[in-house]
């Protein structure tokens, strides 16, 4: 049973590129959500969504980040022309219906130069 | 708006000895907490939680206490071990009640770091 799976575990991108992190919830789970650590940070929350449908993205920027969460596949977490300032942790977590405490990935790291 | 803080970023014990990890909040609201644990290049893992009906909270090793009218919560390890080095947060339901599955709010967290 396997948890989390976030990939890839490392991303460079060069300034203006495009990121995409991909995450597989844990088997039977149906929710997901996207927290982001930037450095000597705690984890903020950015994004929770269920099986097509986007349920609380208030802590997304407006700009350039979108996240999706398909019928079929991971969820993805988009962000368009990077800056170095988007250089954090990013973590996945999975939750079944009505459960507390859930189940984060290994996170991807993301470095923009 | 920080609503969940841990004022101390890091703290040294000795092992065997108790560890206390606090956090203060400041939205009345709450009522359920939580305390997950990282190790770097890990995600973070659950660890111990307690709901606002209650005061304490036991699992084995780990303790969380919760003192309503102060908005403070405390972990504490005893006795502590080498193995429990790592980064500590709380956390808090932002999405208003206890069940609720969507977004926590985190604290800055607390580097433990136990000394054999």
């Known amino acids: 049973n396997a948890g989390v799976m976030q990939n890839p575990r490392h991303l460079v991108r060069r300034r203006g590129q495009e990121a995409r992190l991909r995450c597989s919830p844990m088997?039977?789970?149906?929710?997901v959500y996207w927290y982001r650590q930037l450095p000597e940070e705690g984890l903020k929350f950015m994004v929770y969504l269920q099986k097509e449908n986007i349920i609380d993205e208030s802590g997304m920027p407006k700009e350039r980040f979108s996240a999706e969460f398909p019928k079929e596949g991971p969820s993805i977490l988009r962000i368009q022309q990077v800056v170095r300032g988007d250089s954090a942790a990013y973590f996945c977590a999975s939750s079944p219906p009505g459960r507390y405490g859930y189940t984060f990935g290994s996170g991807t790291r993301l470095t923009v130069v | 708006d920080q609503q969940v803080k841990q004022n101390s970023p890091s703290l040294s014990v000795q092992e065997g000895r108790i560890s206390i990890l606090n956090c203060d909040y400041t939205n009345s609201m709450f009522d359920y907490f939580l305390w997950y644990k990282k190790y770097p290049a890990e995600g973070p893992t659950f660890l111990i939680s307690?709901?606002?009906?209650?005061d304490k909270n036991e699992d084995g090793r780990f303790t969380v206490f919760l003192n309503k009218s102060a908005k403070h919560l405390s972990l504490h390890i005893v006795p502590s071990q080498p193995g429990d080095s790592a980064v500590y947060f709380c956390?808090?339901?932002?999405?208003?009640?206890?069940?609720?599955?969507?977004?926590?709010?985190f604290g800055q967290g607390t580097t433990l770091q136990v000394k054999p």
């Open positions: 307690i709901s606002s009906i209650k």
């Open positions: 956390a808090a339901p932002g999405g208003g009640g206890s069940g609720n599955t969507g977004k926590l709010i």
């Open positions: 088997k039977g789970h149906s929710h």
